[in-house]
């Protein structure tokens, strides 16, 4: 799985995946398929496609999960498999988000 899967899933299903990343920081790939790290300030000493080859734990939140969505899915967590697994054929997490598909 590559940064660029992830990207996809974000943006075709509109969520916001997180994951821990070695240093103590945190990645955050939006439902634009931007992936940001808030707690950087300076250019980075890591690459994100080599800090994803480590990670086990994802966290799937829908984007428009609020208040106003209580009967909405909340955010889950993932493991690896089941990360790579929806990355790669889309059939091995059920959909958190279908309303919005054509």
């Excluded at 398929?33 to 990670?55: D, M």
């Excluded at 909405?72 to 498999?81: C, E, G, I, L, Q």
Aim: charged letters at 30%; one cysteine or more.
């Amino acid at each position: 799985m590559k940064l660029s899967d992830l990207r996809k899933i974000t943006v075709k299903k509109h969520l916001r995946v997180r994951f821990p990343l070695s240093n103590g920081m945190e990645c955050v790939v939006n439902e634009h398929g931007i992936a940001q790290v808030p707690a950087l300030r300076a250019v980075p000493a890591f690459s994100l496609e080599q800090q994803l080859v480590g990670v086990q734990a994802f966290l799937v939140e829908p984007v428009d999960a609020g208040e106003k969505d209580k009967g909405k899915p909340k955010a889950r967590r993932y493991t690896r498999d089941e990360m790579v697994a929806w990355a790669t054929d889309g059939s091995g997490i059920e959909a958190t988000h279908d309303e919005h598909e054509d």
